[in-house]
């Protein structure tokens, strides 16, 4: 395995009751057809120990930390939104630096936390996104790699799976994913189990969640799913159509991705992204929803 996955964060060790979340074998889904610094207010160093994937290569601008310094004043006072200009009847937002991550303390000052603590934080919100491989035919899934973001941008967990059948096709030229990668990877069960830990309870953020979970053989309640690509205003940029989070990243936030090989860390992180902006909105609907 290589050395980028010996920095790769891990779950906590604790157990606790999963009942949120199901977890089903791939037998039995098959069955069913299927030193830290104290943060300052309003101002945090960036921790450069974190080994966060590098999204400028990508050509993203550089306002993520601007971005992030607002955050959660932002979010509790008024719309995660600057108005650019009227697009497909959706405000287009400013481009944001998706790869740095920084945050603030509460905005009254008092809550001061250690950045490594905030890094690691499993936050209520988490965005998921994982890498597959081929399998049989080459046109099967299975699990290759996964990782979970938290509500600031930080990678919380990040994990290549040790395969448990014949790979035919890596796919390297999107998933990113190489042999050598695997070789050292995480049981199967151990991950899904980790994963499924830290989901419970949470919101559960992503861009067509339901490939995602399904490699994972999870499932999540659907009223805590966030998924970008079901989004009905986002479809808007996609003439009416599911709109892809390349798509997304570029006509809403003004960035470009997955110019080449993804990148798990990447594409949770844009897919957070285009919630917190949206997050007003989408939560009210929500609401509005449950209470017809």
């Not at 309003?42 to 080994?51: D, G, L, P, W």
């Not at 719309?79 to 998706?98: A, C, F, M, T």
């Not at 980790?194 to 067509?208: D, S, W």
């Not at 993804?262 to 929500?286: F, M, N």
Request: hydrophobic share 30%; charged share 30%; net charge positive.
């Amino acid at each position: 395995m290589s050395d980028r996955n010996e920095n790769f964060s891990e779950c906590g060790k604790k157990k606790t009751s999963i009942d949120s979340v199901h977890l089903s074998t791939r037998r039995e889904y098959k069955k069913r057809g299927g030193g830290g610094e104290t943060m300052k207010a309003r101002n945090v160093k960036e921790n450069q120990a974190n080994n966060f994937a590098n999204i400028n290569k990508d050509g993203v601008s550089n306002n993520w930390k601007t971005f992030k310094q607002n955050l959660l004043h932002l979010e509790k006072t008024s719309p995660l939104q600057v108005e650019n200009k009227r697009e497909h009847g959706l405000n287009k937002k400013k481009s944001v630096d998706i790869g740095k991550v920084t945050s603030q303390s509460s905005a009254d000052g008092h809550v001061k936390k250690k950045f490594t603590d905030l890094s690691k934080e499993k936050t209520k919100v988490i965005a998921l996104d994982c890498e597959m491989v081929g399998i049989d035919t080459g046109k099967d899934n299975m699990l290759a790699r996964v990782s979970l973001v938290n509500k600031y941008g930080n990678c919380i967990y990040d994990k290549y799976v040790l395969p448990s059948e014949p790979i035919v096709d890596y796919r390297t030229r999107v998933s990113g994913i190489r042999p050598n990668d695997l070789h050292n990877g995480e049981r199967f069960e151990t991950v899904q189990k980790e994963v499924a830990e830290i989901l419970q309870g949470r919101i559960l953020v992503g861009h067509a969640l339901r490939n995602d979970l399904k490699v994972l053989f999870l499932s999540h309640p659907r009223r805590a799913i966030r998924d970008t690509s079901r989004y009905k205003p986002f479809r808007k940029f996609a003439n009416g159509r599911t709109p892809s989070l390349r798509k997304l990243a570029e006509e809403v936030l003004g960035v470009k991705i997955q110019q080449g090989e993804h990148d798990s860390v990447v594409d949770a992180r844009t897919a957070l992204q285009l919630y917190l902006l949206y997050r007003k909105e989408w939560e009210k609907g929500i609401h509005s929803k449950s209470n017809v």
